[in-house]
T-cell receptor, first 114, second 113 residues
Framework: GDSVTQMEGPVTLSEEAFLTINCTYTATGYPSLFWYVQYPGEGLQLLLKATKADDKGSNKGFEATYRKETTSFHLEKGSVQVSDSAVYFCALTPYNNAGNMLTFGGGTRLMVKP | EPEVTQTPSHQVTQMGQEVILRCVPI?????FYWYRQILGQKVEFLVS????????KSEIFDDQFSVERPDGSNFTLKIRSTKLEDSAMYFC???????????FGSGTQLSVL
């Protein structure tokens, strides 16, 4: 079945550091790929998405590129802020998925220190 | 911004008891979902619901689970006879037709003793 693997956390960075959170997936066909973020005490929020190979999703300074050849969707940000501290989830839905069944990775906690 | 609300935020129950977890999806959304996350594990899909019926469900969603939209605003998950392994954070979500973006609630932490 489909699966998503992301780097284990926690990831601890200083403010303004560069962030990479690795995500790889296993799926048939061309899934849609997502990054969700969960701030403390809140629900998961869609951060960005990409629906086909070589698409780049971006939002709030974060970006991720859909790499079919490496089955990856790594999350990057050039300069993190304390307010970016949260848990980040990589996820996919299968191609032509009418039911929006998300398959999640295990989540990566990011802690940004001033 | 509109949001999905879930109640209660924490629920403690005895093994074998029935529990109902409640959710109020965003008002113009037509697709509804339940996901759960057991402590230390991945967020897992349970069920999706559209047009007053289940559209997809996972292997986890067995006969002990049921969902209902009892009125125009609420969406509930019932567990008939809870087991210890049902202890988890349960997330409700909703989405618009044709939109892959899901809006999640902040979850109900269910503890089965």
């Amino acid at each position: 079945g489909d699966s998503v693997t992301q780097m284990e956390g926690p990831v601890t960075l200083s403010e303004e550091a560069f962030l990479t959170i690795n995500c790889t997936y296993t799926a048939t066909g061309y899934p849609s790929l997502f990054w969700y973020v969960q701030y403390p005490g809140e629900g998961l929020q869609l951060l960005l998405k990409a629906t086909k190979a070589d698409d780049k999703g971006s939002n709030k300074g974060f970006e991720a590129t859909y790499r079919k050849e490496t089955t990856s969707f790594h999350l990057e940000k050039g300069s993190v802020q304390v307010s970016d501290s949260a848990v980040y989830f990589c996820a996919l839905t299968p191609y032509n998925n009418a039911g929006n069944m998300l398959t999640f990775g295990g989540g990566t906690r990011l802690m940004v220190k001033p | 911004e509109p949001e999905v609300t879930q109640t209660p935020s924490h629920q403690v129950t005895q093994m074998g008891q029935e529990v109902i977890l409640r959710c109020v999806p965003i008002s113009n959304h037509l697709y509804f979902y339940w996901y759960r996350q057991i402590l230390g594990q991945k967020v897992e899909f349970l069920v999706s619901f559209y047009n007053n019926e289940i559209s997809e469900k996972s292997e986890i969603f067995d006969d002990q689970f049921s969902v209902e939209r009892p009125d125009g605003s609420n969406f509930t998950l019932k567990i008939r006879s809870t087991k210890l392994e049902d202890s988890a954070m349960y997330f409700c979500a909703s989405s618009e037709p044709g939109n892959e973006k899901l809006f999640f609630g902040s979850g109900t932490q269910l503890s089965v003793l």
